[in-house]
């Protein structure tokens, strides 16, 4: 089974592309024309329609692709919409994949999917685990980490959730991720003598070293229809303290205290997907 994953020759960071670079550790990838599955990961890489080859196609559904935020594309000579795209994509599908039950009931009103089905993400267990390297610390720390500075991130609930816990305790705040220069020296905006770390924008290996050395992830996110990070951190033995049950999370929590830890490791999402990819296949 060969497969041509839409984004696979570049290397990025964030959902989309984590889940592209787990993909290549379970599936032999090569050009459009060799492969036996075209996935389009996400619409939002796709520059025009037509690039799309006759071949089994499988389409990966995360969440809304706004038009304030995402370019128009083409198709059939005409700019359409991210969304019109998605739909027009949907229909050509052999497959489609939602991310959670959640997005499902979400988008497929909208999509109308005729053949669909679930798969939850994983994280790489290898990398997201409880037994490597701890930071030395005497500190309770709480993390946040966001690898977008979108709105459904939410950080201005986790800044002022870490502002209520920090007036009767001696605790300290790890943030990563996307954030823009000026909050460095503006200290984040906390005031009250709170002791903060910022990490920049790290790399997987050093994400999975911070979640192991916390003590809790704050978890805000609103909608995230199957947050990776939210999973690497429970991989990682980092407990979560949910201020969303939004989207996905509600899922990823269940599953977790109904089957464990093992439920995210990769070879579970390899196996449903590669179920998926015989099914169109055929």
């Known amino acids: 089974m060969k497969l041509h994953i839409l984004g696979q020759e570049q290397d990025k960071q964030g959902g989309g592309w984590s889940w592209i670079s787990n993909m290549k550790q379970g599936f032999e990838l090569t050009s459009p024309e060799e492969c036996d599955v075209y996935v389009v990961s996400s619409v939002s890489m796709l520059s025009a329609i ?44 052999d497959m489609v994949v939602y991310q959670s039950t959640w997005a499902m009931n979400y988008l497929d009103p909208y999509l109308k999917a005729k053949n669909k089905c679930v798969i939850l993400n994983s994280s790489d267990e290898k990398i997201f685990n409880s037994d490597g390297d701890k930071i030395k610390t005497d500190k309770t720390v709480y993390l946040y980490s966001r690898s977008s500075n979108h709105d459904n991130k939410q950080w201005h609930k986790a800044w002022y959730t870490f502002q209520e816990l920090h007036r ?14 000026e909050n460095v020296p503006s200290n984040f905006d906390f005031f009250n003598g709170e002791k903060i770390k910022y990490w920049g924008f790290v790399s997987k290996e050093q994400m999975a070293l911070l979640f192991r050395s916390a003590n809790h992830f704050i978890y ?8 990776n990070t939210l999973i690497e951190a429970l991989l990682s033995g980092c407990e979560p303290l949910m201020l969303e049950e939004s989207g996905g999370a509600k899922e990823i929590m269940d599953y977790y205290e109904k089957h464990g830890k093992e439920y995210f490791y990769l070879n579970r999402m390899f196996d449903e997907y590669r179920k998926v990819f015989d099914g169109v296949n055929i």
């Open 50 to 93: 037509s690039d799309i080859p006759k071949k089994p196609l499988v389409l990966r559904v995360d969440n809304v692709l706004k038009k304030s935020t995402n370019r128009d594309m083409v198709y059939d000579g005409r700019k359409v919409t991210r969304m019109e795209g998605l739909k027009i994509i949907a229909d050509m599908a």
């Open 168 to 181: 009767d305790n001696d605790l300290e705040l790890w943030i990563t991720g996307r954030f823009s220069p």
């Open 220 to 227: 805000s996110y609103y909608n995230d229809a199957c947050s």
